[in-house]
């Protein structure tokens, strides 16, 4: 069964780096997303991605976070200067036949901002 | 903004009982989809919904749309220790076309 695979499953880094949280889409799927979960709480949306460009993105997707997809098959989170409040996990998903079908989930990166 | 609550937040039963999550949307939605997370593990979906008052049955589990598009339900018949974990159900609104929703969620914890 194809699956979305993300890289790495465990991210530590100090406060004020830059981070890049990888994903391999599902070969034919065409809309990518980034949702993150804080531990313990409800999967958030953070932005979606379609034809190359942002779709929507959330109000926690502020100017420290971007996405692009470099080589035509990883689709990448960048959060630029990292803080405490970052930390969660991360969750790439991605849609095949338009935004209204599933969306099939990555295992996530945890991210751990210290 | 949009909120989409849930409740109960846990609910602890024995193996055989039934459990039912609801869902309540602060604006009405084009869509609503269940997923279900298992501890530790990721969102795996379950289903889709589409249609005011539409029901859809996978197995023990049964799903139901409001009139209204703005709640939603998801109900297990005779839970067994393998339907632990927690149950988002997630709405799509008209107008947002991609961004998904998730709800607070509800654990279910399961004993023999």
């Known amino acids: 069964e194809p699956e979305v695979t993300q890289t790495p499953s465990h991210q530590v880094t100090q406060m004020g780096q830059e981070v890049i949280l990888r994903c391999v889409p599902i070969?034919?799927?065409?809309?990518f997303y980034w949702y993150r979960q804080i531990l313990g709480q409800k999967v958030e949306f953070l932005v979606s991605?379609?034809?190359?460009?942002?779709?929507?993105k959330s109000e926690i997707f502020d100017d420290q976070f971007s996405v692009e997809r470099p080589d035509g098959s990883n689709f990448t989170l960048k959060i630029r200067s990292t803080k405490l409040e970052d930390s969660a996990m991360y969750f790439c998903?991605?849609?095949?036949?338009?935004?209204?079908?599933?969306?099939?989930f990555g295992q996530g990166t945890r991210l751990t901002v210290v | 903004g949009q909120q989409v609550m849930q409740i109960p937040q846990y609910q602890h039963v024995q193996e055989g009982e039934d459990f039912t999550t609801y869902c309540n949307s602060s604006?009405?939605?084009?869509?609503i989809q269940w997923y279900k997370q298992r501890p530790g593990g990721h969102p795996v979906f379950l289903i889709q919904?589409?249609?005011?008052?539409e029901v859809k049955k996978q197995k023990r589990l049964t799903f139901q749309f409001g009139e209204a598009k703005k709640n939603s339900s998801l109900h297990i018949t005779a839970t067994q220790t393998t339907d632990v974990g927690t149950y988002f159900c997630?709405?799509?609104?008209?107008?947002?076309?991609?961004?998904?929703?998730f709800g607070t969620g509800t654990r279910l914890q399961v004993t023999l």
């Open positions: 998903a991605t849609s095949g036949q338009g935004t209204n079908t599933e969306a099939f």
């Open positions: 070969s034919n799927h065409l809309y």
């Open positions: 991605f379609y034809n190359n460009e942002i779709s929507e």
């Open positions: 604006t009405t939605l084009s869509n």
């Open positions: 919904l589409v249609k005011s008052g």
């Open positions: 997630a709405g799509r609104v008209a107008g947002t076309a991609s961004k998904l929703t």
